[in-house]
Structure formats: C-alpha cells, structure tokens
C-alpha cells in the first residue's frame, strides 16, 4: 500500500505578478572566488499604480533546497511611474564550486506579496569546473564605456569566459607589431578595422565581471606569403605525397588572404614556431588562455616526406606542448567529435569543446546527449561545451542588413537538451546577439527580447542547480512513467524523460517533445513549434536502492525558478520500490530533485 511521505523542501517566497514591481535583479559578476561578496541590485518600478507604493524588498537564498541567511530586507517608497535600484550585499558560505539560488521578493506595507524574481550566483575559483562560454567578435575603435556595456550584458546570464574570435593579426603571425611596441591597429581576416585599445577593455571588462578572456586561433594555419614570415613549407600537410599539394581551405574575395594552407600539428618546427606567436601574444595582452581551433577531418594527408599523416593523432602533442610552454588554459574544437576521445582522454584541455554537425553524426536532441555523456566520460569528468549554431540554414535567406530572428522555441529546445545533459552552450555574445553560424560576425539572424529574457532564465538556472545539473552525478537507467507518451531517447511527440543520481539525491529531467514532428536540435529553418504544454503530469519513478524523503520540482521556464515542494506517495509493484509525484505542469523542460536517504 502507498504511503503519504513527509516533504522537506524549500517553499518559494510568492508567486510573480502579473503587474511586477521588481524589474530586475543582477549580479555584479558572473563568477565569485570563495569567500567574496556579491553585490545584488533590484530594480523596482511602478507603472501600473498611481499613488506611491511602500513596501519591502528582500533576498531569500538557498543552495538546492537549504535556505541560508540572507540580506536584511530595505524598505522603499516608489512615486506613480518611477523607478529606483536598491543594493544588496551577501556573502555565501566559504565552500568552493556551489551555485545558489536566490530570489527577490516585494511585499508592500500591509505585508501583502507584490512581485518576485529569481537570480543565481556561482562560487567557484576557476570557470572551467562549470564553463558558461560566450563570444566577441567585434574591436572596433570605442569609448571604454561601451566595451565595459557589453560585458556587463553578458553578465547577467553569468558567463564566465569569453572567446575573442577573430581578434587576431594572421593566423600564423596573430600579434600585430611587438611585445615591446604593439600594433595601436590592424586589419583581421575579413579586413575589419581592430583595435588594440578596444581588445584591452573588453579583457579588462571581462576580468572585472570574473570572466576569462580566450585568446582565439588555428592551431595549423599560416596565410599566402607564409614563407616570407619564417615559416617553412617542410611543416606542411600536404594532399599528395610528393609534396606539391598543400592542405589548404579558401576564402571569399576581398579578405587578407585567399588561401590559409595547413601545416602538420606535430612537426616540431611547427609547434616551435607558432607556439612561440602564441607567447608573444600573452606577453603584450593578458588573456587567460587559447581557444585552439581546426577544421575537421581532413582525409588523406602527408607529410612533406611522402608519410601518411592520421590527422587526429596530430592533435595531442601539440596541444601537451602548447600547455607545457604557456602555462595558460587550453580549449580544443573538436570539430564534429573527430578526435573526440583521443583529445579528450590525453590531451590537456581544461574543458572539452564539441562543434556538432550533422554530417557527423550529430543529428538530434538525443545525439547531443551521447556526445556530452562520451566526452565526460572520457576525459574522465571534465566539463563540456558544445558550439551548436542554432537556425543556420534560416540565416542564409537573411543579411546583416536585413536580418531575420532566432526561433525561440528551438533555441529553448536544444538548450534544455544540453543543459539537462550537464553540457555548456557557446550561443551568446557581443552586444545581446546569437551564434547562428560558425563565422562568429555574421549577424544574419537576431534573436528577440523575449528570447532573451528566457535565455536569463536558463543561465539563472543552469546556475542555481550545477551542482545538480554538472556536479558529478551519473546517467542511470531506472523506471520511469508518465501519464503522457515518453521516451528515453528523445523521440518525436513524447515527453523525453531521463535520471542521473548522486550519492545522496536522483535527478529526473523532463523535457516537453509532445507536438514536435522530429527532433533535429538544429532547427534548421526556424520553423519548430512550441511543444504542446502538459499539466498534471503523473510521474511514477523507481529509484532503486534507499528512501525518498523529499521530492521537489523546479523551471526555468517558471519566473523564479525556485524549487516548489511537491507531495508523494511510496509503494512497491512487480518492478520494486517506486515513488509517486503530480508535475503541475510542464513548458519545455522541468527539473526534478529527489532526496534519498541510503
């Protein structure tokens, strides 16, 4: 007989209004180092009232479901149609790679609930544990004021590093001018006007906002004209073995170069040479690490010496000397998992960084789960970051000039896939724009301020929960029923349902695939629905082994994001132990959080 089981979770201050007060909350930084403050401002404003408001504003924070003390709460008074910011200074427990959550509530004189809005905080002394990777790709001659406003936009959805695309002079030459006299302007690839002085405030931008700042480059490409810069064609790769066919990819018209040609990444004389570029670069601009990218399988490929050349086997000693010489952090683009395990398993990555393609396999929601849980795996836990770009073919039928936008249901979509899957997402950058395409500028799509404001959400949560979501916890294969059609391989018109559990807690993941005719994560054309919404969803979980003593859901498809306690029952059937629990309802993707006591 099912039992009614006692719940032990954390009850959200007040549901958000439909007339809100609060109409912001931010961080000061995306990332904090144990023991340091976090400054939290409120935005309040009023526009829907016309005799000033009194009331009270507060914080409540809480790591998953324990509350911890918060800020003692200010008192306000808001005139008809205005606004004010109030500020906030907490400092979370001495414990290092935690996110918490915390939530901002308003309550007038009467002690009535008027509004509520979630955030997040992450303390973790590197990035790399839980990454949150964004882009720029844009150093224009600017004013320091806008630089520091474009990073202070990426904050709010707490990335914690930063590409800097296309930042550089050539590839095989990327610091323009000397250590000792830096080049004040240059021209990159496509011929746009860099500065240097913008690159230094947006690193120094991102350094205030406890961002990393990554230094982009190819780790096997050099311009025409290569030669009269000290780099020897013997250090190519070649497409035939008698040497006269240079790997090589072409450009569009009117870029620096027409041709960049490849050189084999583990000739000795190659690493020396661009790896010592790579030295000059750190020495004139404080960047934190590389980004080291390539272009995929190349198929046969020589030396100079007529010897075939297993490109994938190049890539791991090249990046171990790149890490022994420069002593900064490395990400590799494993450019549609080619490679994958080899650099994964052996190379000295600080994080593992997947380009997915279709062509290799990539395809569906489903795919870009295999390929987070492969690269944990092998790399034995470190994190994973995808470069997924969403709606690419959509963006070809559009310009800079004539932009179209991101749909925002599949974007919401394949970050729901990734995130539950305890993977990162490169999407965001610049000045609130979206990756639709793997040349980082193109602007040929724009996402919404509705997609955006959901986006905070899911950086919010992704956040709040990475101890959940990216701390550790493993894939298991236990029962799961719903009252609707689910899958656990994210099939079409189902409710793909997966768990992951811990010492000491089981993870279910719901993600809402009902109305969904296919599942290509990419949405190519910007044409994917909305999933259908579900409410009441009856779930019935086996966890196996222990006791349940607490089951709680969470969304950051809901406004606070918080968790909501929610009543169970337990019992025993012919498939063993089970617990039973009512989802109230279900957008794109829930969360839920079980305690087990072993």
Not at 325 to 341: E, S
Request: charged share 20%.
């Amino acid at each position: 007989m099912a039992l009614v089981a006692a719940v032990l979770f954390l009850v959200p201050s007040c549901v958000a209004s439909a007339e809100p007060v609060i109409a912001d909350i931010r961080t000061d930084k995306s990332r904090y180092s144990p023991g340091a403050r976090v400054t939290i401002s409120i935005t309040l404003a009023d526009r829907s009232r016309n005799v000033p408001l009194r009331g009270t504003v507060g914080l409540s924070c809480a790591h998953l479901d324990v509350p911890l003390r918060g800020p003692a709460p200010q008192a306000f008074r808001l005139a008809p149609g205005a606004a004010r910011t109030l500020v906030f200074t907490w400092k979370p427990p001495v414990r290092d790679f935690q996110g918490y959550g915390v939530e901002a509530w308003a309550r007038d004189a009467a002690n009535h609930a008027l509004d509520c809005r979630g955030a997040a905080v992450d303390v973790s002394s590197t990035w790399t544990r839980f990454p949150r990777y964004g882009f720029l790709s844009g150093f224009p001659a600017q004013p320091p004021a806008v630089s520091q406003r474009i990073v202070r936009r990426l904050a709010d959805y707490h990335l914690n590093a930063l590409q800097f695309y296309d930042w550089q002079w050539k590839h095989h030459i990327p610091l323009a001018g000397t250590v000792a006299h830096p080049a004040a302007s240059w021209q990159d690839l496509a011929g746009r006007p860099t500065y240097r002085r913008t690159v230094l405030d947006l690193i120094a931008a991102a350094h205030q906002t406890g961002m990393a700042a990554m230094n982009y480059d190819l780790l096997y490409g050099a311009w025409s004209g290569y030669g009269a810069d000290g780099v020897d064609y013997r250090w190519g790769l070649w497409k035939n073995n008698e040497g006269t066919n240079q790997a090589s990819f072409p450009l569009p018209g009117g870029w620096a170069t027409p041709t960049v040609y490849l050189f084999n990444p583990a000739d000795a004389g190659w690493q020396d040479y661009l790896i010592g570029q790579e030295a000059k670069v750190f020495a004139a601009y404080p960047f934190d690490g590389w980004q080291v990218d390539q272009i995929g399988d190349l198929g046969a490929v020589y030396d100079f010496g007529g010897r075939p050349i297993t490109l994938w086997q190049t890539f791991r000693p090249f990046l171990k000397t790149a890490k022994a010489r420069l002593h900064k952090h490395l990400l590799f683009n494993n450019v549609g998992a080619y490679g994958l395990y080899d650099t994964a398993a052996h190379a000295a990555e600080d994080a593992v960084y997947v380009e997915c393609w279709e062509f290799a396999g990539q395809k569906t929601y489903g795919d870009l789960k295999s390929v987070i849980d492969q690269a944990s795996e092998w790399s034995g836990g470190k994190a994973v970051i995808l470069a997924a770009y969403m709606n690419r073919a959509q963006a070809d039928a559009f310009s800079a000039d004539r932009p179209g936008r991101f749909n925002a249901p599949g974007v919401l979509l394949a970050d729901a896939a990734i995130f539950a899957s305890g993977g990162a997402h490169i999407e965001l950058g610049d000045a609130a724009q979206m990756l639709d395409n793997e040349y980082f500028p193109n602007r040929s799509l724009v996402p919404g301020m509705a997609l955006m404001d959901a986006l905070r959400r899911y950086y919010d949560f992704s956040v709040a929960y990475e101890n959940l979501l990216r701390g550790g916890l493993s894939n298991i294969k236990n029962a799961v029923t719903l009252s609707v059609p689910a899958s656990g391989n994210a099939a079409p018109n189902t409710v793909w349902a997966f768990a992951k559990a811990g010492r000491s807690a089981h993870v279910l993941h719901l993600i809402n695939l009902r109305g969904e005719h296919d599942t290509a994560w990419r949405d190519d054309r910007a044409d994917r629905p909305a999933p259908t919404p579900q409410a009441n969803l009856a779930v019935t979980y086996h966890p196996g082994p222990g006791t349940v003593t607490g089951v709680a859901w969470a969304s950051p498809d809901a406004p606070d994001g918080a968790l909501h306690s929610l009543p169970f029952t337990t019992g025993t059937d012919a498939a063993g132990h089970y617990v039973r629990f009512t989802v109230p309802r279900l957008a794109y993707w829930d969360m839920i959080y079980l305690r087990v006591r072993r």
